[in-house]
């Protein structure tokens, strides 16, 4: 059997050749992007930290107003027990509605207070995630992405009912001519914008003339809009349902000091 050293010397050197392009122009960029990545989490997760002392700090004051209200309230009852003494039990039964009152009234003002400050709390935790949710979400908008996203807009149209149709269908038989604009958060392919035309006269049976707008604020979606009517899905969509989630929850309430 003979062996052509050359031509697997040759092979061997297209190899090697291959091997180190890739390196340049694939894996170093990769690696870069994901060290990049990694220190951009790293940098969230101090800002969150510091957050987290923050909040800390907060309640570390709220446990000294707290401390300061007892010895304040303790003060209150030994001057009401010294003129009661010296006044008789009228003046007594008196100081102590005067202490009870101001007790009552204390108690509400920290427990509003205490409840602005957690409300600050979430608040400001929330805006937080879902300002790096859609960062994240932007930062994923590739090519394949917006290719999936038009493809899922179109199952979506051709998925639909009668029901669901008919607005859209009213919507466009009362413009004349018909006309409707199809936005999206990227610029479409030719390609794509003749599928999604072809989506939305075969699913409205209208032959209605489309124009195409790029609207960067859709985040990751689609949207059919025509007079009144508008049918779309965007992955901006899903954040108000995690935002109504994280409000949902009710932070456990700090006890308050008995009378």
Same mark, same amino acid.
């Given at each position: ?84 003494? !010296?006044?008789?039990? +009228?003046? /007594?039964?008196? &100081?102590? =509605? %005067?202490?009870? $009152?101001?007790? *009552? ?84 392919? !030719?390609?794509?914008? +003749?599928? /999604?035309?072809? &989506?939305? =006269? %075969?699913?409205? $049976?209208?032959? *209605? ?51």
């Amino acid at each position: 059997m003979h062996i052509d050293w050359v031509t697997i010397g040759a092979q061997a050197l297209n190899f090697l050749i291959l091997m180190g392009l890739l390196k340049h122009f694939l894996y170093k960029p990769i690696l870069d992007a994901i060290d990049t990545r990694e220190k951009s989490i790293a940098s969230q997760l101090a800002d969150a930290k510091q957050q987290e002392a923050a909040a800390q700090k907060e309640k570390d004051a709220f446990g000294q107003k707290n401390a300061a209200f007892d010895a304040d309230r303790a003060e209150l009852l030994k001057k009401a027990t010294v003129a009661a003494n !010296a006044q008789g039990k +009228t003046l /007594i039964d008196a &100081a102590r =509605a %005067d202490a009870d $009152a101001e007790t *009552a009234k204390r108690h509400d003002a920290l427990k509003i207070e205490e409840q602005q400050l957690v409300g600050s709390i979430r608040h400001r935790t929330s805006e937080g995630v879902f300002a790096v949710a859609r960062k994240m979400m932007a930062d994923l908008a590739d090519a394949s992405l917006e290719a999936s996203i038009g493809k899922v807009f179109i199952r979506r149209l051709q998925s639909m009912d009668a029901a669901a149709t008919a607005p859209m269908k009213a919507a466009l038989a009362s413009v004349h001519p018909a006309k409707a604009v199809v936005r999206s958060a990227f610029d479409m392919t !030719a390609r794509q914008q +003749t599928a /999604i035309h072809k &989506a939305v =006269a %075969d699913t409205f $049976a209208s032959d *209605a003339a489309i124009n195409f707008e790029t609207v960067p604020a859709l985040l990751g979606g689609i949207e059919l809009v025509v007079g009144g009517q508008k049918l779309g899905w965007s992955i901006a969509d899903y954040l108000p349902a995690m935002r109504a989630g994280v409000d949902a929850v009710e932070p456990d309430p700090a006890p308050i000091p008995a009378a």
